[in-house]
């Protein structure tokens, strides 16, 4: 069994910044690839970002590129997400996704809320 647990999200202003934190535990040496997705009120699911451990790349939406960094420390087990330059359309409930082995798991989520 894997548990991932959020931390990090909370209210920011236009402009500021973020930095989420994914902890994971469990039988997790099978991990492939984690993941951060957000929905915002009404909205469907939508992916943020993604890093493969195998060769440690990384992707992005549209909607965030160069302005969030995903990012994983493998001593701690925690894959962060770096948020910059938050906007209004930034505000969602964000989860972390693992796939590990052939299955996938999901946190509880952690809300974010941009201000203007």
């Known amino acids: 069994q894997v548990k991932l647990v959020e931390s990090g999200g909370g209210l920011v202003q236009v402009g500021g910044s973020l930095r989420l934190a994914c902890e994971a535990s469990?039988?997790?040496?099978?991990?492939?690839?984690m993941r951060w997705y957000r929905q915002a009120p009404g909205k469907e699911r939508e992916l943020v970002a993604a890093?493969?451990?195998?060769?440690?790349?990384?992707n992005y939406a549209e909607s965030v590129k160069g302005r969030f960094t995903i990012s994983r420390d493998n001593v701690k087990n925690t894959v962060y997400l770096q948020m910059n330059n938050l906007k209004p359309e930034d505000t969602a409930v964000y989860y972390c996704?693992?796939?590990?082995?052939?299955?996938?798991?999901w946190g509880q989520g952690t809300q974010v809320t941009v201000s203007s």
């Open positions: 996704n693992g796939f590990v082995g052939y299955n996938t798991y």
């Open positions: 890093i493969i451990y195998d060769g440690g790349s990384t």
């Open positions: 469990g039988f997790i040496s099978g991990t492939k690839a």
